[in-house]
């Protein structure tokens, strides 16, 4: 993802020492994604990467689009996600992070009279308790669930998933809608 990134400087994250990549979205990547009302002004991701293990240990991606409406004011929605990831661990001989924090912040301007605003954060703390890679006789069209989706339907009675076979997705999509 990084791979056309510049480094923009230095920064310590937590006790990490760590390098900052910038990706911004070019003018014309993001003229691509505008769509009828909906503009996005900017988007940019910021890499902080461990300058000892080269780990990714925290992202900032940051997108502001501006909506217009027929007789209103635009509207602006700037939207920023910080995560950081932390607890590598071999998996297959691949270091991969097990655990991170994620904060969403959300905040609208704009509209009537440029007066009015509103913010709004939501967090999330994650974990990734097993990984595997190249399972023998599982196809790119079939997806393994989590153990305790497989176990049984919200019912209690037995589940198409107990069968390990999830053909394009569609008898974990039509499960899906029996334990909702």
Not at 102 to 131: A, N
Not at 137 to 165: H, N, Q, V, Y
Request: proline share 3%.
């Amino acid at each position: 993802m990084f791979v056309n990134a510049r480094c923009v400087g230095e920064k310590r994250i937590g006790e990490e020492d760590c390098f900052i990549l910038k990706l911004a979205a070019s003018p014309a990547a993001l003229a691509e994604r505008n769509d009828g009302s909906a503009e996005i002004i900017r988007h940019a991701l910021f890499g902080y990467f461990n300058q000892k293990t080269g780990f990714l240990v925290y992202v900032e991606d940051s997108h502001l689009t501006r909506i217009e409406s027929t007789g209103n004011d635009a509207v602006y929605w700037e939207t920023t996600i910080e995560t950081t990831i932390d607890h590598y661990k071999p998996v297959d001989g691949v270091m991969i992070a097990h655990s991170g924090r994620s904060v969403v912040t959300v905040f609208k301007f704009g509209g009537q009279f440029g007066m009015t605003s509103t913010k709004t954060r939501i967090e999330e703390t994650w974990t990734i308790e097993e990984i595997v890679f190249n399972v023998p006789g599982l196809s790119m069209d079939f997806f393994i669930p989590p153990a305790e989706i497989r176990k049984g339907s919200a019912s209690g009675g037995p589940s198409e998933l107990t069968s390990g076979k999830f053909g394009n997705g569609k008898a974990w999509q039509n499960s899906l809608g029996k334990l909702k």
